[in-house]
């Protein structure tokens, strides 16, 4: 029988999606390990020079061993040496981090959820052509919901400029493209490795969903999945969701109910159509003509902001 590789699996989606929720289940596997939020994999290399995996260079290993979030990951400096004295490539460098974080763990695998890596499945597909994707998408409505209150000008969409102008607007941009570029990009991988998960199903039948996702992974499915809150619940008052470690529990955030009918109006000029292709319901029939343009400002902006990013990007030599 072939031994399974690491990074086994990448848990990703818009921030804001119940990644979180997603990474608790799956790390709840017996046999699975996935670590929280590192982000590092494609900081640390340059993926412009048309390598699928660079030869791994000391500065591959300097920068991974001091990016801010590798700690995260919970593996020795011995055992980052170690990894890099038996690696010949940045790929192989890296599983041999996912191996020796799920040997810390006690099992033989390991992968991630970094949300944003949504955006980098074709990077992520040159370094590991073996690794799965599991792919959690939201309500956008509902994702504008929490980010509303989670973002901040150091954190999330609220570093954008025009967050302080048009917040809805910068969230329904924001979902979109992240939940299209992890679409577009992970249907280019097939099948076998790459799945979608709806949240909101996720909540509503834990049980069933995860025996799909298991099924995905070649795993079993273990019932501690499902029981990843088990002995963790908090109920101290003001606690999020996330920090008491509820279980499953549809309904904690309702556009239909919470969100203003402007904001639902101008998310849906917005990112409406991507909504309807995931079979879900529009509220809005007819745009006003003061909100289509709106809009248009918005993704005009939009348009341009990241068409500097890019040029800045392509002057820097750097991903």
Not at 242 to 263: C, F, H, I, Q, V
Request: glycine residues 8%; aromatic residues 10%.
């Amino acid at each position: 029988m072939t031994r399974s590789r690491n990074p086994y699996v990448f848990a990703v989606g818009c921030p804001r999606s119940g990644t979180t929720l997603l990474q608790r289940m799956l790390d709840h596997h017996p046999r699975l390990a996935v670590a929280n939020d590192t982000h590092f994999i494609p900081h640390a290399i340059d993926d412009r020079g048309g390598l699928v995996d660079p030869p791994l260079t000391p500065e591959h290993v300097e920068r991974v061993r001091t990016y801010r979030r590798f700690p995260r990951l919970g593996v020795s400096d011995e055992a980052v040496n170690a990894a890099a004295r038996n690696a010949l490539t940045y790929g192989q460098f890296v599983s041999a981090l996912y191996d020796a974080w799920g040997t810390e763990c006690g099992k033989p695998l390991a992968g991630e959820k970094t949300p944003d890596y949504v955006r980098y499945l074709p990077l992520l597909n040159g370094l590991f052509p073996f690794a799965r994707t599991v792919h959690i998408i939201r309500d956008g409505r509902d994702v504008a919901l929490s980010a509303l209150e989670w973002a901040t000008d150091t954190k999330g969409p609220g570093k954008l400029a025009l967050w302080k102008e048009e917040p809805v607007a910068v969230c329904a941009l924001w979902w979109r493209r992240n939940v299209a570029a992890g679409r577009r990009d992970g249907a280019r991988l097939g099948r076998r490795r790459y799945r979608e998960v709806r949240y909101e199903r996720l909540v509503a039948e834990p049980e069933g969903e995860l025996r799909e996702i298991a099924a995905f992974l070649d795993l079993p499915y273990a019932p501690e999945m499902a029981g990843y809150h088990v002995g963790k619940t908090r109920a101290q008052p003001g606690l999020s969701a996330k920090s008491a470690w509820l279980p499953p529990t549809p309904g904690l955030r309702d556009w239909r109910s919470n969100m203003a009918e402007r904001d639902v109006e101008l998310f849906e000029a917005l990112a409406g159509d991507l909504l309807s292709s995931l079979c879900y319901e529009r509220h809005v029939h007819a745009v006003s003509s003061a909100t289509k343009a709106v809009a248009a400002r918005c993704e005009s902006w939009w348009a341009h902001e990241f068409a500097r990013r890019e040029r800045v990007s392509m002057r820097s030599g750097r991903a």
